[in-house]
């Protein structure tokens, strides 16, 4: 016995390898010379290689997607700037004009084993793609910049290979750029078209690979091997990304793109092209640049001119209120030393002068929508970076019971001074002591105002430098308080984006305490409180909050996770004007109130514990408004905030939010992190709309254990309301129903056996209707008769059982439309899958 | 003999179900020779009415003379019979010509081969020469002698026997030979119940063999069945089948020879002659699977322990058309 030598290859003669000469009934009969003539003409090309060659449907296919890739591209460079029509119009030209030619290479290079122009051509186009460039920046000064240049260079190199795809090594470089071509257009394009047209890439490329695996199976392996294509397979693989598209577009981006950690950061390396095309989020186009061409300027033409834009002030009295009027009576208790009396006097008068002390005592004031214009609907400023974030304005020390009484603004730059980071001025800010180790990693995050009337720079904590383009010039800047940055002019240039580099602190390092944290002498301003009974019973609540816990940021987080979750935020709460201590009772009392209770009782507790505490005010950037189509977060009014910092000594602060809703940001999540958070986010929804989410899963889980019946009665309603159309495509609908109801029942039919054979050996599903019997003999007349498909042929019943007749229905005791009605309605699922077991259980017994 | 060159696909009731009447008692005949064994019956039936010759191979005493014997009876026309042995000639097959003293001039004796239906009784034991001078007659239904071309009858049905156990002195068939035969059907022995009728039935009966009855088909009948069979049509996906299944035997490494076309032509008109039995005016997947078991047993040159594996394994590889590829 020998192994048949013609396995490995396909068959180029007109014999089969198979059938030797000689074989008997071969040629005698003439159906040996089959197709030998037809391949003649190739006979010359060599049995091992026809299999590079590829078929016809897999040329196309390769053609069009380097033809999709070419559209996505050039979506990705009108970035919005050319009509729809013109860039359809082009890309049908591509289209036409590469699959003429594809047709024309493969009708030429059929013979050729290796076409020896492929080569030549192939270098031919990319060297004329590059050397196009400079020849059109010199002749008709419009160019490409060097990236797009490049790409094009691809993608002319893409569609030659295409051109060429009758070479299956050609085909794959063509799909190899073009997956890389759409990854490149897929990071720098914000276009939600790119979006849609990158998603039908993929599923082309998904048919593409099947194709490809059955064409060389159909090559390679044995030619008698059944094959089939797993269409249902290839239909989920194709719709999964499209489900992921859609739900991802769907959704929304507060639900997506609001996960701490995938929101993109800003970064870039200051490099400027005059041809570059916007930059990828950098440089000066960083904050939404592409929607106002005035974010481009430099600062000195933004416009400066004076309008009714709110200052941070008429924000903060919008959000919190006005400060209730002070009460004559009311005795302030400053417990501050002798010594320094005068001096904290003097600087609560200046302060008072100023106005710019904050009042925990607020009342309810009717707003007047006209003082700050569109401040729900327009943004402040916009913020460019991982969220959330917390943004200092302005920083309070002494806090008299009611108020709080601003630090004092220092003089000059402070230590600040100008420095050449790649090519770009950058203002450093000092940094304070760095012998606690406490920063994971610096991150850059910018900033546009808007409609913001202010000079100081929203800065996030440990703010290291601040870059704003061209200005390198550190009389431009000045320092307002420690870590805080000023512009010395009487506004921020609106509309310029400002850089921000801050250091981003790893609260987990905290856990570790070291011996100095916390125990550095205390600076006496930070650390006073104000007395009276009040006072002792909030520090015996800290005492109790905090009781067995050892001094250090454990003692802090306790403070604060008490207050996140025993106190309700309420931002319309208020306390009574005359209240002398609303800490007190807010503390003690109504357990309810806005965020600068929150704020102000951490503070005031953690200074009774004895730690060194200020209060902050400023903006929070909500990771709920992150902007996933623009990459950035827009800031209202709304979102004021005032919030507690700890310091641990050595000048660094540690940011304390006790107000609940409101969260720090954090180093960056590592992977397992962020999948834990991805895991915490779901979790927080499930509880939120935990009804919801119950009544869903009993939903899902009782639809998964009656998955089958489900699917049964949709199939039924739907063979009961598709149109029959004739006899025969009836007949075959109800035997796919009977086919899908088998395969329910756990016993499906094998394809290629036929429903009599199938009835044969399961006599127990056979007894169930009698109709089966005469539909198995319709689905063989109706899937394998070449006649008598229309429901207008002579009734069955007339011809009786006797005689066959040809060209007409078979004859059944039934006519085939009631036939179908006994098999929809009798041979149910139910009565399938207990006659199935009935007699799986019968078969079990005689077995053992 | 009549023949009828076309039978219409609107063939009258009438006509039809004479014909299926005198097949109905062909297989009646049949069945009572050869008790227990109407599978057997079935497939010498769809062999008869494919009109394909039929090799019967079993152990001796079994009944394939008897069967032969009673088919030959049951569908009329001449029957002749050869006993082939090792000094059987060629001529002794197809006829010779001697001289005539009266006449002084060579005339024609016609052999065996010139009957309707020839009984070629342990074909291998003739000698290959002899075997050789039945493979113009079985393919092409005609015999050459001197030069003369002689055509045979047109319902020529070889019913050819071999005993597989005794093998000496035998001449076993060539793959050609073999290939002229439709199918290979092996008879078995008869179940219990069955040796106890054909005991019963014995009883009181002198000779060993009852004695000739009437045939059951008129002149002619058989080739306007035949006729009727080839008209049954086949759909594409069917004949795709049968393709594909001839394309598994000539790469499958137990056979060294694969399905020939001409062995294909005979699998599909065997599927016709299954399906027009079965009442039916189109060939289903289950007709080429029920007769291929005879159909490739006989030409796959296969030892009759593994045929029964090789095919199945054939059968199992290549996917029947389903309903779900069905175009309405």
Known sequence: MSVNPAVDRPVVSGRSPAEPAGTPGAGSSGAGRVVRAAVHRRAHVSAGDSWRQSSLTLHLLTLALAVMASAILLVTEADGGRRPWRIVIEVLITAGVTTGLALLVRKKSIDLPDPPFILPLLVMVVVASIIQEPLQRWFLATGRPFEMMIMYSQKNLMLALGICGIRAGCQRLCVIIGVFLTIFCAVISGDRTVHWLIAAFGVMAIAWLVESYWDTLRKRLLHTDERRIPRGWLATAMAIPLLLLLVSSSAGSSLISAVEGFLPGSGGTGESDPFARSGVNDGDALVAGTNNIRSFGPIEDAPFAEDDKPSLYDVVNYKFEEAARKIGRQDRSVALPAEMLAEVRQKLARSQQAARQFSTLRREAKRDPRQIRNLDSHAMFYVAGRVPLHLRMELYDVFDGIDWYPEEPVEGLNGMAMVTLKKRPWLRVPCSSRAFDLFAHSETHAIKVVNLRTNVIPCPPDTRGVHIDRVDQPEMYGAYKQGLVKMNRDALPELTPIQILSERIDFSRLDQEAPGWFRIAPEQSRMELPAGWHMRAVRDLAEKWTAGIPRGWKQIEAVRRALQENYQLDPQARTADDCEFPVGHFLLRSKRGPEYLFASSAAVMLRSLGYTTRLVSGFYVRPEKYDAARRHTPVHAGDTHFWCEVSPGGGTWLTVEAAPGFEVLGPLPGFWQRVWQGVQQVLRVVRRHWLAASCGVAALVAAFARRRVLADAVRTVWWTLRPAGSVRARVLQTMHLLDCRLRYAGEPRERGVTLRRWLRTRPSVAAVSPALRDFAELADWAAFSRSGDTPSEPPVAERGRAVPSAGTIPATSISPEECCRCIRQEVTLQKCRRVLAEARQQRNRSLS | ?328
């Open chain 2, 1 to 328: 003999m009549s023949s009828t060159t076309s039978a219409p696909k609107s063939a009258s009731v009438d006509g039809a179900g004479v014909d299926f009447a005198a097949v109905s008692r062909t297989r009646d005949r049949l069945n009572e020779a050869l008790r227990g064994k109407s599978d057997v019956v079935e497939m010498v039936l769809v062999c008869l009415l494919s009109n394909g010759h039929l090799l019967l191979e079993d152990k001796p005493g079994l009944g394939k003379t008897t069967l032969a014997k009673a088919l030959a009876n049951a569908i009329g026309g001449r029957f002749a019979r050869a006993q082939c042995t090792p000094d059987l000639l060629p001529g002794d097959m197809t006829g010779f010509s001697i001289f005539s003293q009266k006449t002084q001039e060579f005339e024609f004796r016609r052999g065996p081969v010139f009957a309707d239906v020839l009984l070629a009784d342990e074909i291998n034991r003739a000698t290959p020469r002899t075997q050789s001078a039945l493979l113009e007659a079985m393919a092409e239904r005609q015999v050459t002698v001197d030069t003369q071309r002689f055509p045979l009858s047109r319902q020529f049905f070889v019913i050819a026997t071999q005993n597989p156990i005794d093998q000496h002195g035998t001449y076993p068939l060539p793959e050609a030979q073999l290939d002229r035969f439709a199918m290979k059907l092996s008879i078995g022995y008869p179940a219990h119940q069955d040796e106890l009728q054909m005991l019963r039935d014995a009883v009181g009966i002198a000779g060993t063999e009852t004695a000739t009855a009437t045939a059951e088909m008129q002149e002619g009948q058989l080739e306007r069945i035949q006729n009727c069979v080839a008209q049954t049509s086949i759909a594409d996906s069917i004949q795709d089948y049968l393709v594909r299944l001839a394309a598994v035997t000539r790469s499958h490494p137990s056979i060294l020879l694969g399905l020939s076309p001409r062995g294909l032509l005979i699998w599909q008109r065997t599927a016709q002659a299954r399906a027009w039995l079965a009442r039916r005016d189109f060939v289903t997947p289950d007709d080429v699977y029920d007769v291929a078991g005879p159909i490739l047993s006989v030409r796959l040159g296969l030892d009759s322990n593994e045929a029964g594996t090789v095919i199945r394994e054939i059968l199992d590889t290549v996917t029947a058309p389903d309903y779900s590829e069905a175009q309405t």
